[in-house]
């Protein structure tokens, strides 16, 4: 370092993560090869929304420790920190993470527990002087690099993100989270429906039906998300109600850009367009319908 150059404020913490649901064990999941992907990427967007950064805050290490996942926080600057405090302390950080993860391992819901310690210090105790805390935090300097493991999931995590943006162009919240289908797959047994007297493919839903969708159910999403309820568990009490209490100040096209979100998040590959338009029918949306399908160009589909 040269004479005069301040030295970077560093710290460290550990967030204990559980889950109060039994039939969800975070150690569980993140010890499974199929799922760790899952909750890394759900862990990351959520430390991400906390800071308001990619890389307001590293993970180092994930520990199982049963019932609880540990991680290992790094933090590289005063604010950094200090923003991750204040979201800690408001609850923000818990329903971010907890929104991540219902996305990423497609369920209804995940309810947490969180407690947040520096060393010997229990900061939960400690929140609302955020001095203290960041005092704490930087004293206990971080003992490692980020593990082999953590480094391979961020690369994995940055190339997954950057195949979607590039290829798929969608817009809305974590659409990294979209399991769209590749061009090409197979489709369904039920290879093909009917609509007003003609045959269409049962194809699966694209990245541009569910802008489509969004822009144009308007109020009716609700309705149209519980004729889809009646074939998708994901969709089911309180699940729609809840998703428009947390995307009210969003606003329509949000609220059904997330209902129609969970329906492709959990049915995968059965999340077909004639699933979709059967829906639209039954809710007397038949000009979004006739639009999905290319039936016609007007853009005026309400």
């Known amino acids: 370092k040269m004479a005069g150059s301040p030295t970077p404020w560093i710290g460290s913490a550990y967030l204990f993560l559980q889950s109060t649901c039994k039939?969800?064990?975070?150690?569980?999941?993140?010890?499974?090869?199929?799922?760790?992907?899952?909750?890394?990427?759900?862990?990351?967007?959520?430390?991400?929304?906390?800071?308001?950064?990619?890389?307001?805050?590293?993970?180092?290490?994930?520990?199982?420790?049963?019932?609880?996942l540990i991680v290992q926080l790094r933090f590289?600057?005063?604010?950094?920190?200090?923003?991750?405090l204040r979201s800690y302390r408001e609850g923000a950080l818990q329903k971010s993470l907890q929104s991540h993860l219902q996305l990423s391992l497609a369920t209804t819901t995940v309810p947490l527990e969180m407690e947040l310690k520096a060393g010997s210090e229990h900061l939960d105790r400690m929140l609302k002087d955020e001095d203290r805390c960041l005092e704490c935090i930087y004293r206990e300097k971080p003992d490692r690099l980020p593990d082999e493991e953590i480094t391979e999931l961020e690369e994995c995590l940055k190339s997954l993100m950057l195949h979607q943006s590039t290829n798929n162009n969608v817009a809305g919240k974590d659409c990294s989270s979209l399991p769209y289908p590749p061009p090409g797959r197979s489709l369904p047994p039920q290879g093909t429906f009917i609509f007003q007297g003609q045959q269409f493919d049962n194809r699966t839903i694209t990245p541009d039906d569910?802008?489509?969708?969004?822009?144009?159910?308007?109020?009716?999403?609700?309705?149209?998300?519980?004729?889809?309820?009646?074939?998708?568990?994901?969709?089911?009490?309180?699940?729609?109600?809840n998703l428009a209490l947390e995307y009210d100040r969003e606003g329509l096209y949000e609220q059904a850009y997330q209902m129609l979100l969970r329906f492709i998040q959990s049915e995968g590959k059965k999340a077909t367009i004639?699933?979709?338009?059967?829906?639209?029918?039954?809710?007397?949306l038949v000009s979004l319908a006739e639009e999905l399908l290319g039936l016609h160009s007007n853009e005026d589909c309400s």
């Open 274 to 284: 004639g699933r979709l338009i059967a829906a639209l029918e039954e809710n007397g």
């Open 210 to 241: 569910h802008q489509k969708f969004a822009k144009s159910v308007s109020k009716k999403w609700k309705q149209v998300g519980r004729s889809l309820q009646k074939s998708c568990r994901a969709l089911r009490d309180p699940v729609i109600d």
């Open 76 to 84: 590289c600057k005063r604010e950094n920190c200090r923003r991750f």
């Open 23 to 68: 039939s969800i064990a975070l150690p569980s999941l993140y010890e499974s090869s199929q799922k760790k992907p899952c909750v890394f990427k759900a862990l990351k967007l959520a430390l991400a929304d906390s800071t308001g950064s990619v890389n307001g805050v590293d993970m180092l290490k994930v520990h199982c420790s049963h019932p609880h």
